[in-house]
């Protein structure tokens, strides 16, 4: 039985920055970010948008009522939970009106919990097959006005329903995973700004994949050959680049032509979007479907998902046949194109505010933000999450 990605939602909130502004901004040539860094845009989530509710958003986009009443499981990962208790998980199986015979619960491990839900997620469709899975990812990425990672903060959520005979991508079973005790990248829970030591992250994340490959390569017996694309873990464009070309120095000039020819098409998102942590790799993913030519049906794909701290994975699926009518391309360019972008000086006046820790009231005006799921405030430290 194949199980895998049926269908693929993803949000991010309507207001963005031009990286060639901040650039100017931050008196850095652009060619710097747009070149060396590899970003266009950056997303940025206004205080009306957290994890909960871009998750909410991104699963709207793909839940009907068939998959409401089928889907009893809701893995939320994200690395900005808004509760140390509560799981969001809770919040957005109630948002998107999921039948309540279900699990819902949330996975950290920084950018890889989304990965880890849907290999939980294989595990529960194989001994439940006529059941669904919903999985999210959803993150704000915020380093902090004027630092090293400013450039690559972002905003978003990707939404994975998961299931038997899925219509876009059979996962297979095999992969290959690597776990180390690192500090690559971390925010202390103090904090909404993460902590980094950026050039020793890069190299986690090379060193991560490198070992991983290696380890499917000799799992599989596949090779190079055997992929139409690499889809990666993208916290910046430039960062999944160096990684596909740590494999294409002693690659065919076929395979480097076709594998480099599909990077640019996965990466058309993660340009404009910025980083999302969790839903990165499957921002990356679903560019590489949306954007690119209609591949082959058993085409297959090879994923690789980095959550500092550090995991790896490498994993693989193959395609399914007519799997671009399952998917919403004309709604994600929609709602990328509609996006407002603000100045850097709208940008860095509203970066600091916050929702009061302190049990205060204060109320949102969700009419400034088109998400059909916002947050309209909070009271007693409970936030008020709505539906338009
Ligand atoms: N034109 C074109 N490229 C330029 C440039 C210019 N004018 N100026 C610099 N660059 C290139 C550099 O050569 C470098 O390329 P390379 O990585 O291929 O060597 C790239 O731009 C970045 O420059 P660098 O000086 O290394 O930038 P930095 O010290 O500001 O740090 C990050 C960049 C990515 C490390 C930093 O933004 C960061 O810490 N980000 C968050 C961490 C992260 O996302 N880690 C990923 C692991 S999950």
Redesign the pocket.
Known sequence: MDIGIDKIGFYTPHIHVDMKKLAEARKI?P??YT???GQDKMAIAPLTQDAVTMAANAALKILDEEDRNAVDMVLLGTESGVDHSKSGAVWVHHLTDIQSQARAFELKQA?YGATAGIQMAMGHITMNPDRKVLVVGSDIAK?GLNT??E??QGAGAVALLISANPRILAIDPTSAMYTSDIM??WRPLYSDKAK?D??F??Q??IEFFLRVWKDYQEKTNRSLDDFEALCF?L??T??GR?ALGAVLESATAENKERLERHYEESIVYNRIVG?VYTGALYLNLLSLLEQGEELPAGSRIGLFS?G?GAVGEFFSGTLQPNYKKQLLTTEHGKMLNDRRELSIEEYEASFEDALPIDGSTRELDGQTDPGPVYLAGIADDIRQYMKK
Do not use: E, L, Q, R
Request: charged share 20%.
């Open positions: 040539d060619a710097k070149i060396g860094i950018c380093y090293g990672g450039p690559t690559d990248f980094v950026g050039k992250s890069n986690a994340y873990h916290p910046y430039k960062m160096k980083n980095y500092s």
